[in-house]
């Protein structure tokens, strides 16, 4: 009898425990937080979003097809905009049926394999650092600057990359050898939203004022928010309370990005395809300082990012946006040093000597640029407020960036300077970029018609 | 000759070259209809269209504004020199579109002097094919190859150097192996694959 009991009282501790387990894993698999799940952290890419697996596998696993199509889904439009040097329409060809046997460039996952944070590589690849030389390991043979070179010198900064090498091609290289490390003209683009509105609609012309305020009667405004709205861009380019607060006739207290991206859909969509905004993209809680995977300042772990973080609602000041609300955050050595460089003491003097051209360098300068773009045939400019396009692999920031004040040269040399990117550009780059010379030599042989003598 | 599925789609894709006013190919295009056409019709006719397109680009658009009105400049960075894409190249993105768009097709444009060294004869067939075209001018080369598992009927056609751009632009190009072309010379060859 006493012996039937403890085998039945094991038998209630193993139900339990079963049921306790399955209770577990279903509440995970039900819930957002599917850690339990995971085959091994995402890679920096995508850790964000880790747990929310459908995002890339679809319904289904082990399905590439479902897997190929969400790379493209969210990367294509940036692969597309840096004119991307390995397409798989290149490798679609059956004449490269060798290659692909070899190395299947026409899928992501063939370099850039998820859940392997041990053999992750920088720009998120997995595959062994000689990938370059299953094609291209000839390359001496038409380009002899190049023999001797060992494969880990292909994507020295610089050099080359194997999508974006907008900045790095050689006829570019030529075309902008001579330039100055500091152009004599070093303008930065200026946003142009208020006219693009303005050009759509009269209303943005009108500046407002107290009596204009369109609040329902119930909804108390304080004198201190009415200040703020009335030196705001807003007031001055006819946007009353409703135009953000109105959500289908009803006030809302915290308007959402969805409302803001009424009048700033483009910044919006560079926002959620951030690092800073995927979360969101994703209907998931929006990122806390604490989830990153960078140095950042412990005071603010707390600290959730969406347009208001660095937006705030309703004394916003792009100057803030621009430098405190990153530094508020942001505690990495570049971060830290960003108020001793020349970058910043450059933007003091303009800023003091209230120079209308021009705003000096600010953080968002370089890492949420004013680019150039068309919206409907219309050319505009506006903030990119996705810094991936400018982040990684960092020549990605050459022409959009740094080349509105510095010659190609000194941009890339800079750049492949890791001392300078940690005090924040406070001096000149140390080493040499061989890439200009290689490309010169071949320039001068073209002229004198001696190209099939580049043996040097 | 046994009608294949392969034969079937280019039956159809025949019809859509016909209405679409290929000229050269209306005989054997019209037996189609009922019967199915062979590859090698197939090819030709597909080469007939490139071959049309790329000389008007080439004659009425670079040639006319490069050369003859002098308003605009071709250039292999046209995007950023803001002029227009070299013939070679607008040959090559068509090439790339119908790769995307997963046509029961694929072509490229090769040479035995390529500037771009990936466009070298690599497979048998084009080493073989672009030697042909080569030595017996006027004639094209048709064979099948087995590549990646799958077998392709494979036409290799003789692209002639038609205007003064064509030759000027190979013969000064800093990675040309070649710098004595003249108009009317086989510069390189046209590789059709069509599987089977």
């Given at each position: 009898m006493i012996r039937m009991l403890k085998i039945n009282k094991w038998w209630i501790i193993w139900v339990a425990f079963t049921l306790a387990l399955t209770a577990y894993y279903a509440n995970s698999l039900a819930g957002n937080d599917k850690e339990v799940f995971l085959p091994g952290k995402a890679s920096n890419g995508h850790y964000q979003i880790e747990n929310k697996c459908n995002t890339c596998h679809g319904d289904g696993f082990d399905d590439k097809e479902t897997l190929q199509k969400s790379c493209i889904r969210c990367h294509s439009k940036e692969l597309k905009a840096v004119n991307d040097s390995h397409p798989k329409k290149k490798f679609t060809?059956?004449?490269n049926a060798d290659r692909v046997a070899l190395?299947?460039?026409?899928?992501?996952?063939?370099?850039h394999i998820e859940h392997k944070t041990d053999k992750t590589l920088s720009m998120g690849v997995t595959l062994p650092e000689d990938y370059c030389f299953i094609c291209h390991k000839d390359v001496a043979k038409n380009r002899p600057s190049h023999k001797g070179m060992s494969f880990e010198t292909c994507d020295d900064a610089g050099c080359h990359n194997y999508h974006d090498n907008k900045a790095l091609y050689e006829e570019y290289l030529v075309k902008h050898n001579d330039q100055k490390n500091h152009l004599d003209d070093m303008i930065l683009p200026h946003k142009d939203l208020k006219k693009i509105f303005q050009e759509k609609n009269e209303k943005f012309k009108i500046t407002l004022n107290e009596k204009d305020i369109d609040s329902p009667d119930e909804i108390e405004i304080s004198q201190k928010v009415v200040y703020q709205w009335k030196t705001t861009a807003h007031a001055k380019s006819g946007v009353n309370c409703n135009e953000c607060h109105d959500k289908k006739g009803t006030w809302s207290f915290k308007p959402g990005i969805k409302l803001c991206s009424k009048c700033h859909d483009k910044e919006a969509d560079g926002f959620l395809a951030s690092k800073h905004g995927m979360r969101l993209a994703e209907d998931l809680t929006a990122m806390k300082v604490s989830q990153a995977r960078i140095i950042m300042?412990?005071?603010?772990?707390?600290k959730s990012i969406n347009c208001q973080s660095c937006h705030s609602d309703h004394a916003f000041n792009t100057e803030t946006a621009a430098i405190d609300a990153c530094l508020n955050c942001h505690a990495d050595k570049h971060s830290k040093s960003y108020k001793k460089s020349t970058h910043y003491r450059s933007y003091l003097a303009l800023k003091n000597n209230n120079n209308a051209q021009n705003q000096g360098v600010t953080c968002a300068t370089c890492h949420m640029p004013r680019i150039s773009i068309y919206d409907n045939y219309v050319e505009r400019t506006l903030v990119d407020h996705n810094q991936n396009n400018t982040l990684?692999?960092?020549?990605?920031?050459v022409r959009a960036v740094c080349m509105n004040c510095h010659g190609l040269k000194f941009s890339l040399e800079s750049l492949a300077d890791n001392t300078l990117i940690e005090n924040n550009f406070n001096g000149i780059p140390k080493q040499e970029n061989k890439g200009f010379e290689m490309a010169m030599i071949r320039e001068e042989l073209k002229k004198k018609g001696l190209i099939k003598d580049d043996k040097k | 000759m046994k009608l294949t599925k392969t034969h079937l789609s280019l039956s159809a894709l025949s019809i859509g070259l016909i209405l679409t006013g290929v000229s050269g190919c209306n005989k054997e295009s019209t037996a189609s209809v009922s019967t199915g056409i062979t590859p090698k019709i197939m090819s030709d006719s597909l080469h007939a269209v490139m071959v049309a397109d790329r000389t008007v680009y080439t004659k009425q658009v670079v040639g006319r504004l490069v050369k003859k009105e002098k308003v605009i400049k071709a250039s292999e960075q046209f995007e950023d020199d803001k002029a227009l894409p070299l013939p070679a190249q607008m040959f090559r993105f068509g090439s790339e579109h119908v790769a995307e768009s997963n046509a029961n097709f694929s072509y490229s444009l090769l040479s035995l002097w390529p500037i771009n060294k990936q466009n070298s004869a690599k497979t048998e067939a084009e080493k073989i094919g672009l030697k042909h075209i080569f030595d017996n001018p006027g004639e094209n080369y048709y064979t099948e190859e087995t590549l990646g598992g799958t077998k392709y009927f494979t036409a290799v056609y003789p692209d002639v150097g038609v205007a003064p751009v064509c030759v000027s632009c190979h013969n000064e190009h800093k990675d040309t192996p070649k710098t004595d072309f003249k108009i009317g010379d086989v510069m390189g060859g046209v590789v059709i694959r069509i599987p089977i």
């Open positions: 060809n059956p004449r190395l299947d460039a026409r899928i992501c996952t063939t370099c300042r412990s005071d603010a772990g707390n990684r692999p960092n020549e990605k920031m | -």
